[in-house]
């Protein structure tokens, strides 16, 4: 028998898919635009050593988001999606073990991922040419973005192998990702500083990726003892990996079966159902004011918890704000760094939120078949797409509208700089437009994808993902060409800023419309084409 046979077919069939040889130069291309657009900010007359370190760096911070986050939407759900076809127990019917199938996921899952961070290191040692950049630095770099690769799909696979659910799964893994790369060495600092024992925060730091991502940097490991540590915590985390691969194993073939409902967890059960969508009354109340609204809306948002997530979210972040507002550093809560910050992560979150929730309906209503009843009765396919859009706009609409609110204030705040109001304007403009296209090329990647975290990685790569590429690709050549023309002076902020709203509007405007005109069209014909069908009639 073939040793790991799991392997092989997966490997087989990854060999085939066009995204792996595009992953390649998408991540390569994403390399070069970054470099090129941090050389373009870089000022003339700056030493060889700077340029190198000023390449570096940025660099380095692609490729360490980049293996934090892959493995989410590579691993969370290969498992849970064999549970719920009932494959897995299929596989297990033969002499395979489970370490055979998560070793085997695990290889065909992670072969893009992997292309992906090793087409940046080319890219990342461009840098050492020009000087400033220690070989060790690059060494420890390299390291640590693969080792939290490794970390990263093992938390995946973890999630999947104890999940059915592909939102569950992903939902973990990414609490479990934060948790450890910066909210442990968070809570450990405010813990050490409440209890005045700061000798023991190396307890929070040392299992964290996140450290090792900040301590990669040998100038850093040289200002202060703490970095001293920095092998440890690698070593430490790369163990954490193992651990976590190998009770997916362990656990994958105990979990595969559909197991008798006990009491206990019929009441759990139960509880929160009811809490996610209320007692039988207000059930009845919401049905009937949602269908006599649009049917579909009353299938796609009657659960309130989706809802109520996005306000917990906005409401620990108010939580925070005041927290800081009430500290003895209160000062450093008025700065502009703050409102950015604040900003960028309420914009970010909420996009990421939206991106995951746009396609999942739709993709798993037309897997499970639910679309094609719901098309056979006298339900249009307009009014299908309606309610989706109507739910979505229930659950993202008036949290993106305090956002926008919170944003106005922030620039009300920095009403003085002129530049910073052109900025948080753009930036206003520019998240309402990428909301409302996330909508409705989510809806209609969801409905051509049989996962919902492809059409999910589909649309972030064309919304959130190529006009940053554009952007910095164009301003490049824009300032080359200008310089050897000596004619630099349009090349302000302001010409930046217009440029960066102007592509963002243009892709929004292409994608989005043309997202929105199938939907409306094409339908009916997507959603009562069998999956196989099309894939082999698009090979």
Known sequence: MTFLPIVHRELTEASRRRGTYWIRVGAAAVG?????????????????SQ??????????????????????????DCLSEEKREGTLGLLFLTDLKGYDIVVGKLTATSLNAFYGVLALFPV???PLLAGGVAIGDFKWVVTVSLNNLFFSLAVGMFCSAISRDERRAMVLAFIIILFFAGGLPLFGAMLCEWLHAWEYYLVFLIPSPGFDCVAAFEELRKQDKVFQYFVTSVIFVHAMSWCLLVSSCLIVPRTWQDKAATPRALRRRMFWHRLGHGSSEWRATVRRRLLAINPFLWLAGRDRMKRFGVWVFLGLGVLIWCAGLLSNNRNDWTDSIAYVWTALIAHTVLKLWLVT????????????????LLLATPLPAKEIVRGQWLALERQFAAPMFVVLLVDFVFLMALRRESSSIYLWMAGMVVFAADMVTLAW????????????????AGTMARILILPWVLFTVISALIAVFARAGSSTGFLDEKFFIVLWVVIGLGIDLLFGLTARSRLLSEFRTVATTRFETRERGSG
């Open 51 to 76: 340029i190198g370190m000023y390449l570096f760096v940025p660099l380095a911070i692609t490729s360490f988001l980049y293996t934090m986050v892959i493995g989410v939407f590579r691993t969370a």
């Open 32 to 48: 070069l635009a970054i470099g090129g657009f941090v050389m373009l900010l870089t000022r003339r007359g700056a030493q060889p």
């Open 357 to 372: 929730e746009a396609p999942r309906r739709f993709s798993a209503d037309r897997q499970s078949g639910a679309l094609e």
């Open 124 to 126: 990342m040692a461009i």
């Open 441 to 456: 090329v989510g809806m209609w990647r969801g409905l051509n994808s049989r996962r919902a975290n492809r059409a999910a």
